[in-house]
């Protein structure tokens, strides 16, 4: 008898195995869009540095950054701007992004500007660890503090400490609609919030996953564009369904720090207060993997109306943007 129920129960788990749904890959089938890979004949830009910027804003810590430069940079002419928080996820060779390569592809065939780039890791203290694509630093850096929270300081580190280094260094544009600041998760909140805090400087804004949930009140930021004066910005949403729902083990949902539904009211309150937004809705989970299909068009269309000639007979415009 307990031999019979052994094989019975041996049947059941089998059986159980078979006809249990496993959880799908929600990320399979995003894959590198080809202009996140190096193409034949196209110039490449170089990436300067590390470089270490203290900061007064957070004092005792410091900002490691790194500065893509175009080939086709020209020190004669102001190129524009674009600054990545969480620096080292977006310029990863390996990466779901390698905003580099991109930049590289799009400016050669004239999608977007000539722009510097401008790859920001969150503070740190001396003593502690670089964040790394496997660790972005909310343990054992700043970032928490710098990001998710809903004031001018870390606005006053890119505005104040690394601006007036940038304009030394290079011929950028201070022009604020050749300036645009973009991240992933608490580094997208954190570039909507400098963008916020400073449309004299910044008025595009790329967004991936953001963190506009109660982690230091990110959700209030619906309500507050409703209630404010519009400002003018332009904003690139991107989330998943399958990104943080705030369903906890048993079963209680906590609204606020669903992290999809409040992408969604972020879209609504820009769309309703007349801002020029546009988004993407996928069923990645949270992180970066439905960048490396989009993140081209958010460039695009985050800088589609750089500066075009409809000169039939002007054969530069009409070529590639070869290396200066």
Do not use: C
């Amino acid at each position: 008898m307990k031999r019979n129920l052994a094989v019975f129960a041996f049947l059941a788990d089998a059986a159980f195995a078979q006809t249990t749904p496993t959880t799908p890959n929600f990320e399979l089938y995003y894959k590198l869009s080809p202009d996140a890979l190096p193409q034949e004949g196209v110039p490449k830009g170089q990436i300067k540095g590390p470089f270490t910027l203290p900061s007064q804003a957070y004092p005792g810590t410091q900002h490691t950054y790194w500065v893509y430069v175009p080939a086709q940079y020209d020190r004669a002419t102001p190129a524009s701007l674009m600054i990545y928080q969480d620096g080292q996820a977006f310029m990863a060779p390996e990466g779901d992004i390698r905003a580099q390569v991109v930049m590289d592809n799009l400016i050669y065939r004239r999608e977007i500007p000539v722009m510097i780039g401008v790859f920001i890791n969150p503070g740190r203290r001396p003593d502690q660890p670089e964040p790394t694509p496997a660790n972005w630093g909310d343990r054992d850096t700043n970032r928490p503090t710098e990001y998710n929270t809903l004031d001018d300081k870390y606005a006053r580190v890119v505005v104040d400490e690394l601006m007036p280094v940038l304009y030394k260094d290079y011929n950028i544009s201070k022009d604020p609609e050749r300036h645009g600041i973009g991240g992933s998760s608490s580094g997208a909140i954190a570039a909507f919030t400098v963008a916020w805090q400073r449309p004299d400087q910044f008025r595009k804004v790329l967004s991936n996953v953001g963190s506009f949930t109660n982690i230091r009140g990110g959700n209030k930021y619906p309500d507050i564009i409703r209630a404010s004066d519009k400002k003018p910005l332009r904003v690139f949403l991107v989330d998943g369904r399958n990104d943080n729902r705030a369903v906890g083990a048993d079963g209680k949902y906590d609204q606020d720090r669903d992290w999809f539904y409040q992408n969604v009211r972020m879209q609504q309150a820009l769309t309703e207060k007349g801002y020029d937004v546009n988004y993407s809705w996928g069923i990645q989970r949270h992180g970066q993997k439905m960048l490396q299909t989009v993140f081209p068009e958010m460039m695009r269309w985050l800088w589609r109306d750089h500066g075009v000639s409809t000169d039939p007979n002007d054969a530069t415009e009409r070529s590639f943007n070869g290396a200066h």
